[in-house]
């Protein structure tokens, strides 16, 4: 009686997204659909890089690739966990960051308009950046890599995400340009002022928390609830911003898809809304000049 015919890594593939559209997983943490996450999880189970995948995706799978596979698919659909924790791994354009459970999994458009160098709001290369609520540290070590002359400092509250961080830093070979601090976001930051401030900070908003997917809930809750309204940070970086900045120093922050939200609370802002792959209604840019003439929240 003949074999049964060798498995494939397109069959695998297919089976696991179908598995995972019948399970009702959601996605966000590097993938956008079932396909994806299915594709990305094989190539882990193949140890080979992303590209490589479309050469070997009708080739006979061994059968301890084919189990490696099956463990994690099994896995993302028994304990609905990222991908990303699931392969300790993640990418933000062209950049691998090691992730686990003690930072959020990057993916910030903040990433997309450092790849242009912020064009067309600065008109220099910053000599330096800040990057606060830094998590694995990912927008920092992009923004060391797009100013290769900028000195970089990145801070968060959590020991456990500046662990992480330091990680990355150490990977992406930045140690003499990426300084970490442990700081309630200036609170460590007396007197410094910076020619580029970013931030990722916690935007999520009570009633948005109360809804979040069970992939999401496996993130540390300090890295993603920003009070009841999720502007609590946002304020305060607004705030406090224009003493961190140098003159005509620019800062650069991600509100989720809050900037209605964030023009109410600030009607005398005239934020600039920058164009990204989420929209126009995700990530905020104020000069210190203009942020200076304002930043007091409206009634």
Sequence with gaps: MPGLP????????????????????????GTLNAD?????????????????????????LKPAAARRAQSLFDRRIAERIPAAYITREAWLGVHRFYVDERVIV????????????????????????????????????????????????????????LAVAQRNVRAHRLNTRLHLL???????????????????????GAM????????????PEL???GGNDGLDLVRRILADAPHHLAPRGWLVMEVG????????????????????????????????ETLQQGAAPGS
């Design 6 to 29: 060798p498995i494939t890594p397109r069959q695998l593939i297919a089976a696991a997204a179908t598995r995972f559209r019948k399970a009702g997983l959601a996605y966000g943490h």
């Design 36 to 60: 994806d996450e299915a594709a990305w999880l094989m190539v882990h189970a193949l140890k080979c890089d992303f590209e490589d995948l479309p050469k070997r995706i009708d080739q006979a």
């Design 106 to 161: 990057p993916r910030s458009y903040i990433a997309e308009l450092l790849r242009d160098r912020l064009r067309p709001w600065l008109a220099r290369a910053p000599a330096t950046v800040l990057d606060l609520c830094t998590g694995s540290g990912c927008l920092a070590i992009i923004a060391a890599h797009t100013f290769s002359r900028a000195q970089v400092e990145a801070t968060d509250v959590s020991s456990d995400a």
């Design 182 to 204: 442990r700081s309630d976001l200036f609170a460590a930051l007396t007197g410094r002022r910076y020619d580029l401030i970013i931030s990722n900070p916690p935007y999520v």
């Design 208 to 219: 948005a928390m109360r809804r979040l997917p069970a992939e999401y809930r496996h993130e």
């Design 223 to 225: 890295a993603l609830h």
């Design 257 to 288: 898809h809050y900037r209605a939200r964030v023009e109410r609370a600030f009607p005398r802002l005239p934020f600039i809304w920058a164009e990204t792959s989420g929209g126009d209604d995700c990530v905020l840019l104020l000069q210190r």
